[in-house]
């Protein structure tokens, strides 16, 4: 789409909260610096620009070389998808877009000044700071799990890049007859059916590959935490024998050379392939300009008309980082609709125009249960001013009747739609 028609159309007055096109006064030099170029951050990035009509400047600091998706992830796992399907370049932000992208790590962020330092040594000025730095793994929660990932015999693969590729690896190695454990941390953590959407890929792959095999899923939680029921009759249904859940299994400790994991209270679990996912928090550099101010200080509050931090002003928080509204799931989807929301406040406030004072967020959430079969959950979140938070539609969203090979060809547009929607 043009320019100017983006800028015409309903979707960017939505989003701006506006009933009819008006014109912008944002000063000429107005940057935003955007920290993190995952689903929340490249969004960003991209909707500044389209929305203030290309007038703001944009900088996005990402270390990687390219975006790479953690949804559609537990597939190459499986073995049905590649890396190369999963990896978008940032070009497009930068050609198509005029952002200015910078590969780098955010260091030190001065709120009171305005300034971000990178890794590399520069300085750079902010009008606003966008940081969607997704979340730290807190691997100090289980005993000996730092040293294990270190020498990269225990992973995790709860960042999609070279770990995916690693434990992978690891699965291809263990020989027929293996177990394969992934333990999940109690809620929230990054993606409520990531977890269980492994389980069913890794079991799949066994099924195909290596039938005397099996997947142990030891989960912290009293139940299922997202599509209990779905993923309980796919477990039935197509991995009796193969796969098995076993819940309030709360990992305490790893002992990665004998292949052991200890439990709170349960008897220890011995595997070939350990994976095992920590408690989780908000991003490094979010802790470290202490923006974590919410639940233990491991989530950032945010006002969520805008997502500006509660802790600094002209910084705003987007994706995992946040403490979720309710039924807010940390999701690619929500980050990407998180996105939208703040690039709007932000285009608004340095426009001079007041924030949108009912935005919408959206979600849906497809599992894989095998290489073709999907099942979804999805809901539509609205702005409450009343309660300052973000509250489900009634009667909005809903959840797959059962696995279908339709859902599957919806799960891979989605996919391909959202990559393009943040980065093309
Ligand atoms: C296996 C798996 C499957 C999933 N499946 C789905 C799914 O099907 N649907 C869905 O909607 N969601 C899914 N998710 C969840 C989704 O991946 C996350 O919710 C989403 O990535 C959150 O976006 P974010 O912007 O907060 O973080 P991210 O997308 O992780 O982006 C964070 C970015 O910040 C960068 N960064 C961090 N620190 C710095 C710094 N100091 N300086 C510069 N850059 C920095 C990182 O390099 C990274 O690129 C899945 C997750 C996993 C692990």
Not at 86 to 111: C, E
Not at 324 to 330: E, L
Request: a positive charge; aromatic letters at 8%.
């Amino acid at each position: 789409m043009q320019r100017r028609s983006f800028l015409q159309s309903s979707a960017a007055l939505a989003l701006l909260g506006l009933g009819a096109c008006a014109t912008t006064s944002i000063p000429s030099k107005a940057r935003v610096v955007v920290v993190g170029g995952g689903y929340g951050g490249a969004t960003a990035a991209k909707y500044v620009r389209l929305l203030s009509d290309h007038k703001i400047d944009v900088v996005l600091v990402e270390p990687n070389d390219a975006f790479v998706s953690c949804p559609i992830s537990n597939l190459v796992l499986g073995g049905s998808r590649q890396m190369a399907e999963i990896t978008t370049p940032y070009t497009g932000l930068s050609r198509q877009h005029g952002v200015t992208v910078v590969k780098d790590m955010a260091r030190t962020i001065d709120a009171a000044r305005k300034t971000v330092t990178l890794a590399g040594g520069a300085t750079i000025a902010y009008d606003k700071l966008v940081l969607s730095p997704g979340v730290d793994l807190m691997m100090n929660t289980v005993e000996g799990l730092a040293p294990a990932q270190a020498a990269g015999t225990v992973l995790q693969a709860w960042k999609a890049g070279p770990e995916t590729v690693a434990l992978r690896r690891q699965l291809e190695a263990m020989p027929d007859g293996g177990v394969y454990a992934i333990t999940i941390p109690e809620q929230p953590y990054r993606c409520p059916p990531g977890p269980y959407e492994r389980a069913c890929q890794v079991a799949w792959y066994f099924k195909t590959a290596k039938p005397r095999s099996k997947v142990l899923v030891l989960d912290a939680n009293q139940d299922v935490t997202s599509k209990g029921a779905l993923f309980k009759k796919v477990w039935a249904e197509q991995y009796a024998g193969i796969l098995e859940y076993r819940p309030q299994h709360k990992v305490t400790a790893v002992d990665a050379r004998n292949g052991v994991l200890k439990f709170e209270v349960q008897d220890d679990v011995k595997a070939q392939v350990l994976n095992v996912l920590p408690a989780m928090r908000a991003g490094a550099i979010a802790v470290q300009t202490g923006l974590n101010n919410q639940a233990n200080n491991r989530w950032c509050g945010v006002n969520y008309q805008t997502f500006e931090s509660t802790a600094a002003k002209d910084v705003y928080v987007l994706g995992d980082s946040i403490l979720a509204a309710p039924a807010m799931p940390k999701s690619g989807h929500m980050a990407n609709s998180h996105a939208k929301v703040a690039a709007a406040a932000i285009v608004a406030e340095l426009s001079g125009w007041a924030p949108n004072p009912s935005p919408l967020l959206t979600n849906t959430c497809y599992s894989f249960v095998d290489n073709r079969n999907v099942v979804h959950v999805a809901s539509v979140h609205e702005y409450v001013a009343a309660e300052k938070t973000f509250k489900t539609v009634a009667g909005s969203g809903g959840l797959s009747a059962g696995p279908t090979e339709l859902e599957g060809v919806y799960a891979w547009n989605w996919a391909q739609n959202i990559w393009a929607d943040s980065l093309a």
